[in-house]
């Protein structure tokens, strides 16, 4: 089946075409070898060559010549590395180049080089695909890039970026950068319409606004900053006036050519010509490029006639000419400085305006006629003119040479000395202006076509103008600091100066600076030190601890004996800081290095003026109790002749007294006695009881074991005692067994009394009782009970007591029997180096107990103390004092005015205080005298001298025009200025330049009267009124010269004679103003005993002050004028209480409370309660004990003696046996004993105090269980003390106790053991002891001390291994080390209570006028407190308010209109005037102008600019002029700034122009706006935003608004403004309906909506409506629910007057409304409250049940509510 299927495949193939067939069959070989190769390919390894690193550039040399290499190696594409000849080596890299070597000089030769950042790119254009924000908002985000690469430093050629690298890293070349938002240009609004430009005719009015923001970042430009109106008032009745008199800008000021200059020019042409070439240089200086102007055809013609009048009259010249002859004419007078146009006079001239109008007026009022007949007079004036030139020159003919030359030189030394003329070159000139006619489209006409006005003055005098001229720089001048430098001051300063040779003239050059001054330091060598000032101090004061407690409470400032921490003080200030000196200096000399000068010459911090210090406490004495009696024995054992005896009792000091008061008390007392021995024997105990006869029962002896005692109780030896009676042997019984058992007797008990008298006898006691009774008849019997007990007498000595008394030890004195070398001695505290040795002596005296002195022979005269010791004596120290200071500086008579005769001081230090007998300090340490003659204060002021005759124009220029005839006009005048001192002294003018007031102006405007001016005086002043407000007052002045005469002159119209005007009504009212000031106390309130009034130093701190408000007087008008206008002295004075400062206050302290233990270690507490809080400031509280916040615990540790409370037992009692058989009286039994708890003492137990005071644990039984022994028993004594266990306990070691038998058993009876034992068990019958230490306690001061060092204790216990604490003898027996220190050195700090200085001077008003000035003084801290001490007041600073001052001020009027003179338009002036304006200096009250004589103190300026202008240049537009206006004054800085954030780009500022027209025609031949801006500092952030107004029908207003409420144009989003229109798609054509807000119709007010099922309006309907009349209106007063709309519909439902409230329950939907749901909810609570409370009315009452009232009283608790500074 296989082959032929196959052969059906073949056969099925080759029946297909060959062609396709053989196609086939290629593709099929061309892919098989296709993919032979891609397995090629795959298959083979690839190899590349890589390289590494280029190495370290190396070579010999450096620079260029190293060479530097790297790795090259080959690798497989995988990454690992093969040999090299598997990679093509024609492609192998290179291993090695040359380079640069580095060194390390080379960083002197190459930089980086940083080329400018470009500009910032977008991020968005570097990114494809990122789409760029449409609302910009704070900027986008940039990138710039700059280039940055290495060169040389000498030529800027590049070089190769790895030798800068070397040095340092290449800077980055590329930062992020913001592009900010652009900002459109910001606009405010227009101003209102201007009047019409024209009073006929078609005019223009405008309205301007100015640029607030200029464009920023590309946004948009300003628009039209001028919006124009065309405007008709009304029809012009004739021809339009279509020419106009222009008048151009005057000229530069020009020098006239002399007369022989003139002479020369004798063809008329060129006479004409130089005018024309004049007139020509006059026009071209004066034109405005502005206005387009053409040469006038008119002026041509004019400088042609001028020049044919000029050659007429060339020859002839007036005598006004004479001072123009000579081209540099040097004048003595000065002028003014005025701007370079020279138009801007000062205030002198601001009288003058009028005559500035005036110009030419006098050559117009001149007819032809007259001019004429002057010129017919000419030749007979020329006549006599030559003939008194004749005359002169006859004249100086008389005259020899030699007087003419002193005449000459005379005339130039005036010249010469003139005040001011060698400063400045005054020459008058001329300067002419051109007059041209304007047609009303712009163009130059004729003048001839604006003759029908009268020509202006085209020529007028002028100052020449001069620069300012200096000389050269003179030397410079030496140090200011003639010494070398020293740390302690500041570097000296030298200077140099020029003078002016030549002022500026004319609106010349300002002068340069005149001196220059630079820092020096003079040379160390050359020039001798400096003197350096230093701090000096006293030496301080002694320490007082008073002061300190008088802080705390004044009632212990009085005590004495103080100690403990306390204040001392001490004086600071400064000397001269004496050099090194040689060593043989001058005591004159050093006496100098102490004298105080003026501390402001010491720089630094001074010294403390107080310290804390420390007065050590006295250490009274401590003696320790007193020791038992003892013996009777000699005074002197010695001497035992006298057999006089005492008994002694001593007691030992524990404490040695340190500088105590007193010394300490008797150490000894003594009792006389008889039969002294000085040693005797001592039983130390008795042997035991041996029978007689040897039996084995029955009487026997004991012998006692004695050793020999002396009076001290000491062991001595036995031979001492041969004297003594030695003790004998002691009877004693053995009871045998049928005989009574008795126990021993006791120990012989305490004495009852110390000593024995009349009343009082001592006794001592012993005991036995009876153990065992005898048997029957047999043995002997016990005795009776009476037997049981024996007494004794005992310290039978009687009760007087002696012993030495001593005084205090006496004053040392010096010993007359040594040599005196007590010499006095300068030596500072501290130094109490003794100088001799002195005595002291104390009285001695013997004294009996409770009865006082007795004589001598009583006490042991062994024991007397001493009467004399040796002292050193210290050295004396006379008082030591500074040298007078300098005497202090006189004020100047101009400070304090010369009313008080002023005072000098001078003062001494005390340095060292008297001690020790030394000399005293003088009395006086300060002196004062008068001031001598007071001194002329220093100071320069301008002297100004008489004004010069007037100059008019030169004659030659003025000639040709009408009036030229007369020797009148306009001219100038000057006068000399010079410089003086105060006291009338000459003084260079540079000194006024530099230190007094504005020069006064040179020059003035001035007119010389025509013949035909009416010539008038000056208005004299106003005639005094007789009262206020009544009657009128005048002034009058009169005509002069021949004005008189004339007509004309006499019209009182035009030349009035007199004015009048009412009397000034002055009314004043006063009022305050201002707050209250401080509450001031009095100053130099010193320190009185007032109750309750704290004070802290000196000076008065609190009680009853004053404070103050100002007081503002006012006049008539509502201006502000002085105080004393209305019979006030400035202030409202009120009483004030400042509290005085309450501190803490704590009761005393209480008693120590007793030790909290018995035994050992414990506390013991004592405290003290609050009494009262602080306040005001007072002394906190210490803190309070956490737990019970009103009490202070002071708490320190104790030890109470163990031995201190023993338990005392009596005697066991008889034993009472319980047996039934009494017979034998034996048998158990019961004894019982009495135990008390007794106070220890050195006597024995005393007395007997509460049980809980002794040991519970140690307590003995008080009664015990036994068997009575019978006879012939076995009697023991009772059992001994245990023994002890042997240490460290343990269970395996034993205890024992051990008794005796007393009687001995019968026969067949044994006695029971005598000794028992037990096993040692801790802490139960054997203790571990240790010593334990105690906390320290608080650091403990004397009873005299608040404060300073103490002592802090703790306390040694030793304590038992249970942990109680036991005496401390058991662990002094085991002998345990003590390595602990008990007392320890503590300091307590001081409350030291703030400490302030004393008040500063007021200081100087803070405002100079006004409502606003106050007064301040501060005080510093000068001790701060510390501890509990007082706290600082919160007041350092104190103000009240000033004499309150009118304000007065310079200030310009508003300018005036501008006017040409002479012309309709063109260059002209306008005025202003400067006068006196007063105000209270708040800035909400405006100014008022008041007389100019208030402002006679006051500097010539306005706001601070002391050039004052009263006149500038302004222009006069011509009918059809467009010109640009002024400059508006900048804007205020804003920033970039984003929702209030500063962008960074810094602050800008704008100002515009904007064009006006007079004409409709020329609108297009405006100029274009103009708009400035530049940075500047500050700025504030503006934000932008729309406002919206209501809507009005369809449409509402809609404008931008700046943050300051500014609304403007721009600057707010485009893309975010509201509407300003809506309207509704399709119209709202129903009845009442309107467009509502969402652009749907709706319906007007009370009126509904009734819509189609597809949501369109269908109809309006009328709201139910329910009627409320209110009670105001008869009528129905109606509102709406919805906002009450003012303006009704027109169309209202008929009946309906007046306003309605609509209650519409149902909503536009037919639903109900919600109000309605709450009516009903409310209606529903208000039935169920009713209801409610007509069943609680209804419901009978229940009888009231009586509640008892607790009438106790509560108790009063004191509660604290923890403050937080108690």
Not at 285 to 308: H, I, L, N, W
Not at 340 to 352: F, Y
Not at 626 to 642: L, M, V
Not at 1613 to 1622: G, I, M, N, S
Request: glycine share 8%; net charge positive.
């Amino acid at each position: 089946m296989g082959p032929p299927g196959g052969a059906r495949l073949v056969l099925g193939v080759l029946k297909q075409p060959a062609c396709l067939f053989i196609w086939r069959l290629s593709l099929l070989f061309f892919s098989m070898w296709a993919l032979d190769a891609q397995t090629t390919v795959e298959t083979k390894p690839l190899y590349i060559w890589q390289t590494g690193p280029w190495g370290r550039c190396m070579g010999s040399e450096c620079g260029p010549g190293g060479s530097q290499s790297r790795a090259v190696w080959c690798a497989h594409s995988e990454g690992w590395t093969t040999l090299h000849t598997n990679c093509d080596q024609t492609e192998r890299p290179d291993n090695q180049q040359s380079c640069f070597r580095v060194c390390d000089w080379h960083k002197d030769l190459y930089e980086w080089q940083l080329g400018a950042w470009n500009q910032c790119v977008p991020v968005m254009m570097r990114s494809a695909g990122v789409q760029r924000p449409t609302v910009c908002t704070k900027g986008e985000e940039g990138i710039q890039t700059r280039e940055v690469g290495c060169v040389q430093k000498s030529d800027g050629e590049p070089a190769e970026d790895v030798i800068c690298e070397y040095f340092e890293p290449k800077p980055r070349q590329e930062q992020a950068c913001l592009i900010p938002c652009p900002r459109d240009c910001v606009v405010s609004e227009f101003s209102p319409w201007t009047s019409c430009s024209k009073t006929c005719g078609i005019g223009l009015r405008n309205r301007i606004r100015f640029v607030l923001a200029p464009p920023l970042f590309g946004g948009s430009a300003c628009p039209n900053l001028t919006e124009f109106q065309t405007c008709q008032p009304g029809l012009c009745e004739g021809e339009e006036n279509l020419y106009s008199l222009r008048v151009g800008p005057w000229g530069s000021c020009s020098v006239p050519l002399p007369r022989i200059a003139r002479q020369a020019e004798k063809p008329p042409k060129e006479s004409s010509k130089r005018s024309r070439e004049i007139d020509k240089s006059a026009k071209e200086g004066s034109k405005q490029s502005r206005d387009g102007e053409t040469p006038s055809r008119g002026g041509d013609k004019q400088a042609r006639e001028e020049g044919k009048q000029s050659m007429r009259e060339r020859k002839k010249m007036r005598d006004d000419e004479k001072q123009y002859q000579e081209k540099d004419i040097k004048s003595t007078e000065g002028e003014e400085k005025v701007s370079k146009n020279g138009n801007k006079p000062s205030l002198s001239n601001r009288k003058l305006v009028r005559e500035n109008r005036k110009q030419g007026k006098a050559f117009r009022q001149a007819d032809r006629p007259k001019r004429q007949k002057k010129v017919k007079n000419k030749a007979k004036k020329e006549k006599m003119r030559e003939k008194g030139k004749g005359r002169l020159r006859e004249k100086g003919k008389t005259k020899d040479p030699e007087t003419r030359e002193l005449i000459k030189k005379k005339r130039n030394k005036n010249r010469q000395n003139r005040p001011g003329g060698k400063f400045w070159d005054l020459q008058v000139g001329y300067q002419t202006r051109e007059v041209t006619c304007v047609h009303k489209r712009g163009t130059i006409e004729a003048l001839s076509l604006c003759s029908q006005e009268m020509l202006p003055v085209t020529f007028q005098a002028c100052v020449i103008p001069r620069d300012c001229d200096v000389t050269e720089w003179s030397g410079w001048s030496a140090c200011s600091k003639q010494c070398y430098y020293n740390p302690n001051g500041a570097k000296g300063e030298r200077s140099r100066n020029r003078k002016v040779s030549q002022f500026p003239i004319g609106g010349g050059v300002e002068c340069p600076e005149l001196e220059e001054k630079e820092p020096c330091s003079p040379q160390d060598g050359v020039v001798p030190p400096c003197t350096v000032y230093t701090w000096k101090t006293t030496e301080w004061t002694e320490c007082r601890v008073d002061m300190l407690l008088s802080q705390q409470d004044r009632r212990r400032g009085n005590l004495t004996g103080l100690c403990g921490g306390g204040i001392q003080t001490r004086e600071v200030y400064c000397v001269q800081a004496s050099a090194v000196a040689p060593s043989n200096l001058s005591s004159l000399r050093s006496r100098e290095g102490l004298r105080p000068v003026d501390s402001e010459l010491c720089l630094g911090v001074p010294p403390n003026t107080t310290q804390l210090c420390h007065i050590s406490c006295p250490v009274e004495c401590e003696v320790s109790l007193w020791s038992a009696w003892g013996p009777c024995t000699y005074e002197n054992c010695q001497d035992q002749t006298n057999n006089k005896g005492f008994k002694l009792r001593k007691r030992r000091i524990i404490n040695e007294p340190t500088d105590g008061t007193g010394n300490c008390p008797h150490l000894v007392e003594a009792i006389p006695c008889e039969d002294p021995s000085c040693f005797e024997w001592l039983v130390v105990k008795l042997e035991e009881c041996v029978p007689d006869n040897e039996k084995e029962c029955g009487p026997g002896t004991q012998i006692p074991q004695v050793q020999c005692i002396n009076s001290d109780g000491e062991k001595v030896g036995k031979q001492l005692c041969r004297d003594a009676i030695l003790p004998m042997p002691t009877i004693c019984e053995v009871p045998c067994s049928k005989d009574c058992a008795l126990s021993p007797w006791t120990p012989w008990s305490f004495c009852s009394h110390t000593c024995s008298g009349k009343n009082t006898e001592g006794k001592q006691t012993r005991v036995r009782s009876i153990l065992a009774h005898n048997a029957g008849e047999g043995g002997l019997q016990c005795p009776n009970v009476s037997a049981l007990q024996e007494m004794r007498n005992c310290n039978e000595h009687p009760c007087t007591v002696y012993h030495w008394q001593t005084g205090p030890w006496g004053q040392c004195i010096e010993d007359s029997s040594g040599p005196n070398t007590n010499t006095s001695l300068g030596r500072t505290r501290g130094d109490d180096i003794s100088c001799s040795v002195g005595m002291q002596t104390r009285k001695v005296i013997c004294v009996r107990v409770n009865v006082g002195q007795v004589p001598p022979k009583k006490c042991p005269e062994s024991l007397r103390p001493d009467t004399v010791r040796p002292c050193l004596l210290p050295c004396k120290r006379d008082c030591t004092v500074t040298p007078y200071s300098d005497w202090s500086f006189c004020p100047p008579v101009c400070q304090t005015g010369g009313k008080t005769k002023s005072k000098q001081y001078r003062k001494r230090m005390i340095i060292q205080l008297p001690a020790n007998g030394g000399q005293d300090c003088p009395e006086i340490l300060s002196q004062e005298r008068e001031c001598e003659a007071p001194s002329v204060c220093h100071g320069y002021r301008w002297k100004t001298h008489k004004w010069r005759r007037c100059q008019l124009v030169p004659w030659s220029v003025r000639q040709d025009t009408p009036g030229a005839q007369e020797t009148c006009g306009s001219g100038i005048q000057f006068r000399a200025v010079s410089c003086r001192k105060l006291d009338g002294g000459q003084a260079d003018v540079e000194v006024c330049l530099k230190l007094a007031s504005p020069m006064p102006p040179l020059t003035q405007l001035c007119h010389l009267p025509c013949q035909d001016d009416c010539q008038l005086s000056s208005w004299s002043k106003f005639s005094t009124c007789t009262a206020d407000c009544v009657g009128v007052r005048t002034r009058k002045r009169i005509l002069i010269g021949k004005s008189k005469k004339r007509d004309q002159c006499k019209n009182n119209q035009m030349y009035p004679l007199s004015e009048m005007q009412y009397c000034p009504c002055n009314k004043y009212n006063a009022q305050p103003v201002g707050n209250w000031s401080d509450c001031i106390l009095p100053e130099g309130s010193r320190m009185e005993s007032q109750p309750g009034v704290r004070v802290q130093g000196d000076m008065k701190e609190c009680g009853q002050g004053y404070r103050y408000q100002a007081m503002v007087c006012y006049d008539q008008d509502n201006r502000i004028v002085e105080t004393s206008r209305c019979n006030s002295h400035g202030y409202i004075e009120e009483a004030c209480i400042t509290p005085c400062p309450s501190d803490c206050k704590l009761s005393e302290w209480s008693n120590w409370s007793r030790c909290s233990k018995s035994c050992g270690s414990g506390v013991k507490v004592r405290s003290k309660w609050l009494r009262e809080k602080p306040y005001n400031g007072g002394r906190p509280c210490p803190k309070l004990d956490h737990v019970n916040q009103a009490q202070v615990y002071e708490v320190v540790p104790c030890v109470s003696d163990c031995g201190q409370y023993v338990w005392v037992t009596e005697p066991w009692s008889v034993w009472k046996v319980s047996s039934v058989d009494l017979k034998s009286n034996c048998g158990e039994g019961v004894q019982t004993r009495k135990i008390r708890c007794m106070l220890n003492t050195i006597d024995g137990p005393s007395e007997q105090v509460e049980d809980y005071l002794c040991d519970p644990e140690e307590m003995p039984l008080g009664a015990r269980n036994s068997r009575l022994p019978c006879p012939e028993d076995c009697v023991l004594s009772d059992w001994g003390a245990w023994s002890a266990c042997p240490l460290p306990c343990s269970e395996n070691s034993t205890r024992v106790r051990v008794a005796f038998p007393l009687r001995k058993p019968g026969k067949e009876k044994k006695c029971p053991p005598t000794k028992e034992a037990e096993s040692c068990k801790i802490n139960r019958n054997c203790f571990h002891y240790s010593y334990n230490i105690t906390d320290w306690s608080t650091c403990q001061l004397s009873d005299r001390a608040v404060c300073g060092y103490g002592l802090k204790t703790r306390m040694l216990d030793c304590v038992r291994s249970d942990g109680k604490s036991v005496d401390l003898s058991f662990c002094k027996e085991l002998g345990l080390e003590r390595k602990w220190q008990m007392n320890a050195s503590c300091v307590v700090e001081c409350p030291v209570n703030c400490q302030l200085s004393e008040w500063s001077p007021w200081s100087e008003c803070t405002h100079t006028c006004g409502l606003a000035g106050t007064l301040f003084r501060t005080r510093t801290v000068i001790q701060a407190p510390q501890g509990d001490g007082r706290p600082c007041p919160s007041q350092m600073k104190q103000w009240k308010p000033c004499l309150l001052k009118p304000c007065y001020s310079w200030r310009y009027s508003a300018w005036s209109d501008c006017k040409s003179d002479g012309a309709r338009c063109g260059e002209g002036m306008r005025f202003r005037n400067v006068s006196c304006f007063v105000s209270d200096g708040s800035g909400q009250q405006d100014s008022s102008v008041v007389d100019e004589e208030l402002c006679g103190d006051v500097e010539l300026s306005v706001n601070g600019d002391r050039q004052i202008i009263l006149q500038e240049l302004c222009t006069v537009p011509c009918p059809g002029d467009c010109y640009l206006t002024e400059w508006t004054v900048w804007s205020p800085c804003q920033l970039s700034c984003v929702s209030g954030d500063d962008l960074g780009f810094g602050s800008i500022q704008v100002r515009s122009r904007a064009v006006v027209a007079q004409d409709p025609e020329n609108l297009l031949e405006c100029p274009e706006q103009e708009l400035e801006a530049r940075p500047c500092a500050g700025g504030q952030c503006f934000e932008y935003k729309w406002r919206t107004g209501t809507w009005r029908g369809s449409s509402r207003h809609v404008w931008c608004q700046r943050s300051d409420g500014l609304n403007v144009t721009g600057g707010c989003l485009a893309a975010a403004k509201p509407l300003a229109d809506r309207s509704c798609d399709p119209p709202c054509t129903k009845p009442w309906s309107l467009c509502t807000e969402a652009g749907v119709c709706g319906c007007e007010e009370g009126y509904t909506e009734v819509m189609t099922s597809d949501g369109v309006l269908d109809q309006c309907t009328v709201i139910p409506v329910l009627e409320i009349p209110t009670a105001s209106d008869t009528k129905a007063d109606v509102k709406t629910i919805r906002a009450y709309n003012p303006i009704q519909p027109a169309a209202s439902a008929p009946g309906r007057a007046g306003r309605t409230w609509f209650l519409q329950p149902f909503g536009p939907d037919g639903t109900l409304k919600t109000w309605v749901y709450g009516v009903a909810a409310g209606v529903f609570v208000l039935l169920v409250f009713i209801i409610s409370m007509t069943y609680l009315a209804c419901k009978k009452p229940k009888k009231p049940q009586r509640r008892q009232m607790n009438n106790r009283l509560k108790p009063l608790t004191l509660a604290y509510d923890g403050d937080a500074d108690m």
